[in-house]
């Protein structure tokens, strides 16, 4: 069953608006269907309030202004993505057409999707994939975030015991600029504190800040549209930009800042294997001499 967008999202569809994106922008961005986004930006017109006095509205007065509208996720289009998956690296091959990739699609389907609705679905999942499997990123435009899997350690002054630290890392994908930060635990206030000390390391804020499916991030997980806590929408409507956890059927997406982290155990890491520290902020300090872009 599809997820409806609650009012959290509608401002975030409202906020990316005022800021210049086109509505093909937006869903790219929100991971929602472009036709979403044209109904609301419909609602949005002929309503009797302007963009920035529904931006200030509380929950309760947009849920009474614009009606629930579902995404396009359901059982049809889970099974186009899953195809999709199976057979990309069909694209590699001499000879490949569309053609013979949608006659394999419709005869392995009860219900098929049209040839143009086809290509329409694969354009939007593929449209910025060359063939080389490499994404174009906008320079400022998304902000990656993640934990690094192994993590690091501070020791107890008095008593010798040894604590385990996380490390958070963003990444600016068309820069490769690096931040990192040791930090107590994944939960909600240490991720937010972590990404907000990003912000400011970077000097400015993305349009989007995109996740990977972090527990401290997503309040459920799903295929396509994960539930964004409430606390990082919130926060993300403060510095004016939006949330986006990456994508289940979309491994590249994760890769830029999977390759960051790798980069962490090397320069960082393999550095630190031999030195001790009696406190976090003596870690950061020594982790902040290394410079990772």
Do not use: W
Request: aromatic fraction near 12%; proline fraction near 3%.
């Amino acid at each position: 069953m599809a997820n409806t967008l609650d009012p959290m999202d509608l401002k975030q569809i409202i906020t990316l608006h005022i800021d210049g994106e086109s509505n093909r922008q937006i869903g790219e961005l929100l991971k929602i269907s472009r036709n979403t986004v044209n109904t609301y930006m419909r609602y949005f017109k002929a309503c009797d309030y302007s963009l920035k006095e529904l931006l200030e509205m509380d929950e309760p007065s947009l849920k009474e202004l614009f009606p629930s509208h579902t995404t396009i996720v359901n059982e049809r289009y889970d099974e186009l993505m899953q195809f999709f998956e199976k057979e990309k690296m069909a694209r590699e091959h001499p000879g490949f057409t569309f053609l013979h990739h949608y006659l394999n699609y419709k005869a392995t389907t009860k219900k098929p999707y049209s040839y143009s609705q086809f290509m329409e679905h694969y354009k939007q999942k593929f449209g910025k994939v060359k063939g080389s499997m490499k994404l174009e990123h906008k320079a400022g435009h998304e902000l990656f975030i993640d934990y690094a899997g192994k993590k690091l350690q501070i020791v107890d002054r008095e008593t010798g015991e040894i604590q385990e630290v996380e490390v958070f890392v963003a990444l600016l994908p068309h820069s490769q600029y690096t931040y990192v930060e040791a930090t107590l635990t994944q939960k909600r206030e240490d991720m937010l504190s972590s990404l907000a000390n990003a912000l400011d390391f970077y000097g400015g804020v993305p349009k989007a800040i995109v996740s990977d499916n972090l527990k401290s991030a997503v309040t459920r997980s799903s295929k396509y549209e994960p539930v964004i806590n409430r606390s990082l929408k919130d926060f993300a409507r403060h510095y004016d930009c939006v949330i986006n956890p990456t994508r289940s059927y979309s491994p590249q997406d994760k890769a830029l800042v999977e390759n960051a982290v790798n980069l962490v155990y090397q320069r960082i890491y393999y550095l630190l294997r031999e030195m001790t520290f009696f406190s976090l902020e003596d870690l950061n300090a020594e982790i902040g001499y290394f410079g990772l872009s």
